[in-house]
């Protein structure tokens, strides 16, 4: 039977020798290798889930008037799109589960993608030859969080509403061009013309993730045309010999059964955990807002910043050259981003490391990169707890003010001591290394002495 | 009869029978192999059947309608059916295909002849061409000035040049102070310590310019600077509701009702926490706004109701480059 479909099929496309070379493409074993892999088996589900809303997702914004069955809606004037998203959570059969695992997959996806390069980055994998890998990576995180951010807005919820006014507010706050960009945008002032929820609905649904698509192929690609770094377990791993399970029979079952946990967890959450109940927050009005509103969990850092400038506009004689949500809101992903993008160059000038590496570090193995890296989290954490800081506030009763202050010192000064003390541990791990190696070696060495006299 | 219990007998042997597969001795596996490990494949059989018995509860918890809590149904019977099938696979990839690790060369790093070829290829296919210059040149030009060409419908999505609509506003002399359901404001229904919500009779309320926030001060608490210390009525005065940082509507009230009554009664965006005075002309107390709130000049008519007496002393909204170059333009 299976002789017989592989000789159709490769008499027909000539395909056998890659087929056989695909099968046998080897994977090297370690759990950290499949943080990545959660991303793109989240961003299916994504894609799978979404296809579902958009039968249902109306893009209008004329106002209607809300009659269906959630009774503290009932009378209320609303748009269109919130409208149908109320209608697909609360009318729509299995709506609300697919609305909500399709939020908890933005979520994860985004997570997973932040979390696997955190691991290429601390292991050095973006070095040569896979720096392309790396940039294109990257770029998927930058449209993934605009896609997540287009993604909650187009509900036209109240929360909504508030994220596309802040955003408006950046645009508006770049310096030259800011009304300029926004008119552009929006059609002019916030709230906009109509067609800017056509605009924000098909970047959602089409333009973003069929880009996302491209990217993750060209991603997948590379990783395959100079197959899967690895960590130096034994000594048969070297910069020449990669060490690992085929994709066939090893990984594939892996692989497949990840793919399946994921839609599994995100389906339980989808069902069981509730995410943004849209019709508790109401339509939006420009005049309307919330206190307590928390954006998701991604766009946490950028409100942090948004919080922590302290109240000035650059102005030069009556020429306000840059508005104050641009620090926050523009320079400081803008600064992090370039970094990211810059890292691998930056380390190549310093260091004059030009050779190839498929041998993987381990952070304490190159001290300099990790106390870097480990400064550049702490900012970034620092700035996203400050985001919080108003929920502390309610919480715990400790001044908004007050905290305010402190963190405008701890985002400067906290990862200056995070990457002293992580230069430190790289340096004394190092050090301990061969002492635990002489241990171990005289540990093993009287256990078989003990066992000789044992026989003896 | 003969045929049925045949029938059974295979089913049965189907259900728990095992069978080694046939093994070629005549040739070498590629894939070695492995002891059986029937508990394992036994545990995969009853797991695949859990997903489906997951698969058919999502159907019939679908299927029958006006179940409490059907999403959280739904979602457990879909997610285990998920995880029920995960766990076969991962069993199948740890427990019963043949964990092979095996080594393989990377591939190689470069082919310096290869590059050579190509690069030879490209510099001889030119061999024609006199004047490489000016046919690059040329190129650059029409791909310029093309891709301008491709790019300029985009211009249509909206008014890049036109920045006179950030200087609009809804307000000028004379207008009525409505509430959100078009009932004018009399100066008798604003009292302290609360805010209160108004609109330009008439006009659209979802633009930013309409919204402003109505407080009643103390009159003795007051500090305005000269150019606008005639902008309140009878001790009430109008801000705009939309937050000079980024645009969020203003919608707390910090008013102490009882001692300690500090810190003073302020107007605090939600968003990002900018708290500005409406005694004194609505200037930044803390937060990020780096811009005062523009206030609305009021008059009490004379049968009691508040209009405007003009428009904002600023422009509405958050700040961009023009934003302190002129004043706003009255409706």
């Known amino acids: ?456 | 009869m003969a045929r049925v219990k045949d029938l059974l007998v295979s089913a049965a042997l189907l259900a728990a029978g095992r069978r080694r597969p046939k093994l070629h001795a005549d040739r070498e596996p590629i894939v070695p192999p492995g002891e059986e490990r029937p508990g394992s494949e036994l545990a995969v059989i009853v797991l695949l059947f859990a997903t489906a018995l997951f698969a058919a509860a999502f159907i019939a918890v679908y299927a029958l309608d006006r179940l409490p809590n059907q999403t959280q149904l739904l979602g457990a019977s879909l997610g285990l059916a998920f995880l029920c099938l995960a766990a076969a696979l991962i069993l199948i990839g740890k427990r019963l295909v043949v964990t092979e690790e095996i080594e393989e060369d990377y591939p190689v790093v470069e082919h310096e002849s290869e590059q050579e070829a190509i690069a030879q290829v490209v510099a001889d296919s030119g061999s024609r061409f006199t004047r490489r210059r000016l046919v690059k040149a040329s190129f650059g030009v029409a791909g310029g000035v093309l891709g301008a060409a491709l790019i300029t419908p985009a211009a249509s999505l909206g008014p890049f040049l036109d920045v006179e609509p950030f200087y609009a506003t809804t307000w000028k002399r004379g207008r009525r102070l409505v509430d959100e359901k078009g009932k004018p404001w009399r100066a008798d229904d604003i009292e302290q310590s609360t805010f209160y919500t108004a609109f330009p009779e008439g006009a659209d309320k979802e633009a930013l310019p309409s919204s402003v926030v109505l407080v009643r001060l103390p009159p003795h608490d007051f500090k305005l600077p000269k150019a606008i210390a005639n902008y309140p009525a009878q001790g009430i005065v109008a801000y705009s509701k939309i937050c000079t940082h980024a645009g969020c509507a203003i919608s707390l009230y910090r008013a102490p009702l009882f001692q300690p009554d500090e810190p003073r009664p302020a107007l605090v965006c939600p968003c990002h926490y900018s708290t500005f005075d409406p005694a004194t002309g609505g200037t930044v107390l803390f937060g990020p706004a780096g811009r005062k709130l523009p206030m609305l000049p009021l008059y009490v008519d004379r049968k009691g109701y508040l209009r405007a007496a003009g428009t904002y002393d600023e422009p509405v909204g958050p700040s961009w480059w023009g934003v302190r170059m002129r004043k706003p333009k009255p409706a």
């Open chain 1, 1 to 456: 039977m299976i002789r017989k479909l592989v000789r159709f099929l490769d008499q027909r496309t000539g395909t056998a020798p890659l087929v056989r070379k695909t099968l046998r493409y080897l994977f090297p074993d370690h759990w950290s290798f499949l943080l990545g892999e959660v991303a793109l088996y989240a961003f299916i589900v994504l894609v799978a889930t979404g296809t579902y809303l958009a039968l249902f997702y109306q893009d209008g914004t004329a106002t209607v008037t809300y009659h269906g069955p959630y009774l503290p809606l009932r009378g209320q004037e609303m748009t269109e799109a919130y409208r149908s998203v109320v209608n697909i959570s609360t009318t729509v059969k299995a709506g609300l589960l697919i609305r909500q695992t399709h939020h908890w997959a933005a979520d994860v996806f985004v997570a997973s993608i932040v979390l696997h390069l955190l691991r290429i980055f601390f292991t050095g994998a973006y070095r040569k030859p896979r720096e392309l890998t790396y940039w294109i990576g990257l770029t998927i995180l930058i449209v993934a969080l605009l896609e997540g951010y287009l993604g909650y807005s187009m509900v036209d919820d109240l929360l909504s509403g508030m994220g596309l006014a802040i955003g408006y507010g950046v645009a508006l706050s770049i310096p030259f061009f800011g009304s300029n960009i926004a008119a552009w945008i929006w059609g002019g002032p916030f709230p906009g013309q109509h067609e800017f929820f056509a605009r924000m609905y098909i970047v959602h649904v089409f333009l973003i993730p069929a880009l996302i698509a491209v990217l993750l192929a060209a991603h997948l690609g590379l990783v395959a045309m100079r197959h899967h770094t690895q960590f130096k377990a034994s000594r048969r791993e070297t910069e020449r010999k990669l060490v690992g399970v085929p994709m066939f029979p090893g990984q594939a079952p892996r692989s497949l059964g990840l793919f399946f946990a994921v839609a599994g967890v995100l389906f339980l959450l989808g069902g069981l955990v509730q995410i943004n109940p849209i019709w508790l927050w109401g339509p939006f009005h420009t005049y309307s807002s919330t206190n307590g509103a928390q954006p998701d969990w991604y766009l946490g850092w950028l409100i942090g910043a948004l919080r922590l400038v302290p109240s000035f506009d650059l102005v030069i004689d009556g020429y306000t050259l840059v508005p104050n949500p641009f620090w926050g809101g523009v320079a400081f992903p803008g600064v992090v981003f370039t970094f990211l993008f810059l890292w691998p160059l930056m380390e190549r000038k310093v260091t004059g490391d030009t050779a190839f590496h498929n041998v993987l570090q381990r952070p304490r193995e190159a001290p300099w990169r990790t106390a870097i890296g480990v400064a550049m989290v702490t900012w970034v954490t620092l700035v996203f707890i400050a985001g919080g800081a108003d929920r502390i506030d309610v919480l715990f009763d400790i001044s908004y003010t007050a905290q305010i202050w402190a963190y405008r010192v701890l985002i400067w000064v906290g990862p200056v001591i995070a990457g002293v003390v992580a230069y430190r541990a790289c340096i004394e791990l190092q050090r301990g290394e061969p002492v635990e190696h002489d241990r171990e070696r005289a540990e093993h060495e009287a256990k078989a002495a003990a066992t000789v006299q044992d026989v003896a």
